[in-house]
C-alpha cells in the first residue's frame, strides 16, 4: 500500500536518478525485459533514461502524466504492483492537490522544463516517450509537444517541431540563464575576390608594357597541343584560383585587366607542358607546383623559355593510315565520346579533310575574308535601340556554367585548352570550393558582356578570348575555313544564348528559320511541296549565297540586331565589334573585319537576325496578289510563285543582297516548274 500511496502523489517533488550501467551480454540483454519500464494508459512505453539529460526529460513528462491521471502501472488489474525503481523509497506522503494547484503546479514544472531544456546539447536527440504524450488540454490529439502544448498531426512532425522548439527555448532563456553551448564546426566559406594594386605587383612590367606578353601570346597560338590533365590535388586547385582570380580581374575592371585574358590564356601552355612524352602523373603535379611558384612571382620569362625549349624537342609525327591505325584510333574516339571524329575516319571522304597549308590556301583563306565595307543607308533599319535592364541576366549563374561545360564538346582554341579540360574545371567535383568560384567567376564575366558595352580603349582586353584558329576544310572543290575558338568563350556564347533563344525566335519570325525553331526545317519543307502541289502555275527557285557568314556586313548586321532584338545587341557588340584574329597553322595570321565566326554558338542567331531586313525588303518589290511565298535557312532561300513573279523576286535579291553582304552563288542556284 505504502508504494501504492507514493504512485498516486504528485511527481514534481520526486528527483529520480538514472539506473547505473550493467554490462551485459547483447545477446541475452535483448531479450531480457526492462523491469524499470512501464506504460501509460494509451499504450505508451516507458524506459528509464540513460543520460541526465534523458533523465531531466523523463521526469518531466512522468511529471505531466501523473497530474493529467494517465499513467498506470505495468498491470491494471493487479493491486500487488510496484513503482518504477529510479523512484525514491523516502518520499513523504502528500496530500492530492486540487484542480487550481495543479495547473499551478503544471505551469511551474513547464518553466522549469523550458529552463532545464537551455542546457541540452543542440542536436537531433529527442527525449524517449517526448513523441506521443497527449494533454488534457486537447484529447482529440495524439501528439503534442511538452514545452509549448501544440498539437501535432504525426510522430515525424511532433519529433521535428519538438527539436525546433528545444532551440528556441534556448535561445529565450540565453539571457535570463547562463547556457553552455558546444561550439560549431568552422564551415569553409568563400572569400570574396578583393583584387587590388597589391595582386597585380608581380605582372606590373607586363602590365605598363604589354610588347612581351604579347610575344609570348603570338608564339604560344602556334605551338602543338602537348599538355597533360590537371591535377586533382591542391597544385591543380591552384591553377583554377589563379584562373579565377584573372576572370574576376577582368570582370571587376581591375588595374590586371588590360592583360587578364591573355595571361589566362597563356596559363595552359607554360604551366602545363608535359615534360617528356612519357612523364607520369606524380612527375606532372611536382611540374606544376614548381611552375605555379615561378608563376606567382611574375617570372614569366622563365617558364617560357621552358616550355619553348619542350616545344622544340617535340617530334614531328605523322598520323600512320593502316587499318590498325584506324581501328585504334576509331576506339579512342568512341570512348571519349566524339562520336562524329569516328565517323569521320571511316567516311570515304575523310582524305578530303583539311587542305596543306601553301601559298594556294592562303590565298583561298584571304579571299574569303574580305576587308570592312561601309554599309549603304537603305541597309540600316531605322528605329531606336531600346536599352535592356541587366537583372535579365541574373539566370546566368555558376549553376548554368557547370551544365553547359558538362556538354561542351570540340577542340581546343589558340590557348590549348579543350572542352574535356575545361569540363573537368568546372563540372568535376574534384576541385569543389575552387571550381565554384571559377564557374561563379566565368557567371560574372559573361553577365558583365551581355550588359556592359566594352569601350574602344578595352577592346584589346578581349582580343585573345575572341581569337580563333583557323582550318581549310576541303569542300571539294574549295575551301570552307572554320574557326576554332576558346572552349571559354563557346561557354559563354552558350550561357547567353539560353537566355537569348527566345527573344531571338521571336524577332526572327517565320521567315528565318535558322534562328532556332524546333523542326523549322521540315516545316519548311512541306510548306513550299504543299504550296507548290496545290497550284499548277507556280515555280520554285532555289538559291545560295556565296561565302555567306564570312561576307555579312557586320556593322549593318550589329545595327539591325540592335533594332530587332535589342537584349541580344551588347553582347553581338562586344564580340563582333573588335577585329577578330584569325591564327592558320605554320605561323600565318588573318584577320576578320566581316561577317560571323563560323562555327561559333551565337553565328547562327546572328546571321538570323542581320538577313531579315533583306527578306521583309524582297515583299516591296511583288503585286498585291499573289505575291512569291518565300523561306530561308541561313543563306540557303527558296521562293514559290508565278514565273513573272520570281523575276521580280530574283532581281531584287541580286540587287539588294551585296548592300547586307549577301551574294547570290549563281552556280548553285536551283529552279523547279510545275505542269501547266
Not at 537551455?118 to 517526448?130: D, E, Q, Y
Not at 575545361?422 to 576541385?431: E, G, Q, T, V
Not at 583557323?470 to 576558346?486: F, M, S, V
Request: charged content about 20%.
Amino acid at each position: 500500500m505504502a508504494c501504492k500511496t507514493t504512485c498516486n502523489k504528485t511527481f514534481s517533488q520526486i528527483v529520480a536518478t538514472p539506473p547505473p550501467k550493467k554490462k551485459e551480454n547483447p545477446q541475452v540483454a535483448r531479450h531480457k525485459p526492462n523491469p524499470n519500464s512501464f506504460t501509460t494508459q494509451t499504450g505508451q512505453h516507458f524506459r528509464p533514461p540513460k543520460t541526465r539529460e534523458d533523465h531531466d526529460y523523463q521526469k518531466i513528462l512522468i511529471t505531466s502524466s501523473q497530474e493529467e491521471g494517465i499513467i498506470s502501472s505495468g498491470n491494471a488489474n493487479s493491486n500487488n504492483e510496484q513503482c518504477p525503481s529510479n523512484v525514491p523509497d523516502d518520499v513523504e506522503n502528500t496530500p492530492p492537490l486540487t484542480e487550481t494547484a495543479a495547473a499551478n503546479q503544471t505551469n511551474k514544472q513547464t518553466n522549469d522544463s523550458i529552463q532545464k531544456s537551455s542546457k541540452l546539447r543542440t542536436n537531433n536527440r529527442v527525449a524517449p516517450g517526448a513523441q506521443t504524450i497527449p494533454t488534457a488540454q486537447s484529447q482529440k490529439e495524439s501528439f503534442q509537444c511538452i514545452l509549448c502544448f501544440r498539437p501535432c498531426k504525426s510522430q515525424g512532425g511532433l519529433t521535428k517541431h519538438l527539436n525546433k522548439c528545444r532551440k528556441s527555448s534556448t535561445a529565450v532563456n540565453t539571457s535570463s540563464q547562463p547556457t553552455h553551448t558546444v561550439p560549431e564546426p568552422e564551415v569553409e566559406q568563400a572569400e570574396a575576390p578583393t583584387l587590388t594594386t597589391e595582386s597585380a605587383n608581380v605582372f606590373e612590367n607586363y602590365i605598363q608594357d604589354h610588347t612581351e606578353l604579347s610575344t609570348m601570346y603570338d608564339a604560344i597560338v602556334y605551338w602543338r597541343r602537348n599538355l597533360f590533365t590537371l591535377p586533382s590535388g591542391a597544385a591543380g586547385k591552384l591553377f583554377i584560383k589563379e584562373s579565377t582570380r584573372l576572370i574576376n580581374a577582368w570582370s571587376m575592371k581591375s588595374v590586371l585587366r588590360p592583360v587578364a585574358m591573355k595571361l589566362l590564356m597563356i596559363m595552359p601552355a607554360l604551366l602545363l607542358q608535359k615534360i617528356t612524352p612519357k612523364s607520369k602523373a606524380k612527375d606532372h603535379t611536382e611540374a606544376l607546383k614548381r611552375r605555379m611558384g615561378l608563376w606567382e612571382k611574375g617570372k614569366l620569362d622563365e617558364l617560357f623559355f621552358e616550355a619553348i625549349s619542350i616545344q622544340r624537342r617535340l617530334k614531328n609525327t605523322q598520323k600512320s593510315t593502316t587499318i590498325e591505325s584506324i581501328a585504334k584510333r576509331f576506339s579512342a574516339h568512341m570512348m571519349n565520346g566524339r562520336v562524329s571524329a569516328a565517323i569521320k575516319l571511316l567516311s570515304e571522304e575523310s582524305d578530303n579533310g583539311i587542305l596543306p597549308i601553301n601559298d594556294d590556301t592562303m590565298k583561298l583563306l584571304h579571299e574569303k575574308h574580305p576587308n570592312a565595307v561601309e554599309p549603304e543607308p537603305i541597309a540600316m533599319m531605322p528605329g531606336i535601340i531600346q536599352p535592356v535592364h541587366p537583372s535579365v541576366f541574373e539566370q546566368i549563374n555558376g549553376e548554368m556554367i557547370q551544365k553547359i561545360a558538362g556538354r561542351t564538346k570540340g577542340g581546343a582554341g589558340p590557348s590549348g585548352m579543350n572542352a574535356d579540360d575545361w569540363s573537368r574545371i568546372l563540372a568535376s567535383n574534384k576541385y569543389a570550393l575552387a571550381s565554384s568560384d571559377c564557374r561563379e567567376a566565368i557567371a560574372l564575366m559573361t553577365r558583365t558582356m551581355c550588359s556592359e558595352k566594352i569601350n574602344a580603349d578595352d577592346m584589346p582586353s578581349i582580343e585573345a578570348l575572341i581569337g580563333c584558329r583557323l582550318l581549310p576544310l576541303n569542300k571539294n572543290p574549295g575551301c570552307r575555313p572554320i574557326g576554332i575558338g576558346e572552349i571559354l568563350r563557346r561557354i559563354m556564347s552558350k550561357a547567353a544564348m539560353a537566355v537569348f533563344t527566345d527573344d531571338v525566335i521571336q524577332s526572327a519570325g517565320c521567315v528565318q528559320i535558322c534562328a532556332g525553331h524546333k523542326g523549322g526545317a521540315e516545316a519548311a519543307i512541306h510548306a513550299v511541296r504543299q504550296i507548290f502541289e496545290e497550284n499548277d502555275d507556280y515555280a520554285v527557285v532555289l538559291i545560295d549565297a556565296s561565302n555567306a557568314f564570312n561576307s555579312l556586313n557586320r556593322k549593318a548586321a550589329l545595327h539591325n540586331i540592335g533594332v530587332l532584338c535589342p537584349i541580344m545587341h551588347t553582347f553581338a557588340c562586344n564580340l563582333y565589334q573588335p577585329r577578330t584574329r584569325l591564327f592558320v597553322q605554320g605561323g600565318a595570321e588573318i584577320a576578320s573585319s566581316e561577317g560571323t565566326t563560323q562555327g561559333g554558338p551565337e553565328s547562327m542567331a546572328i546571321y538570323a537576325l542581320a538577313t531579315i531586313p533583306l527578306l521583309n525588303s524582297l515583299k516591296s518589290t511583288q503585286p498585291v496578289e499573289d505575291p512569291v511565298k518565300h523561306v530561308a535557312y541561313a543563306d540557303d532561300a527558296v521562293g514559290a510563285g508565278k514565273i513573272c513573279n520570281l523575276r521580280l523576286w530574283w532581281d531584287a535579291i541580286c540587287e539588294n543582297g551585296p548592300r547586307f553582304g549577301y551574294h547570290i552563288n549563281a552556280k548553285n542556284r536551283g529552279s523547279l516548274l510545275n505542269h501547266i
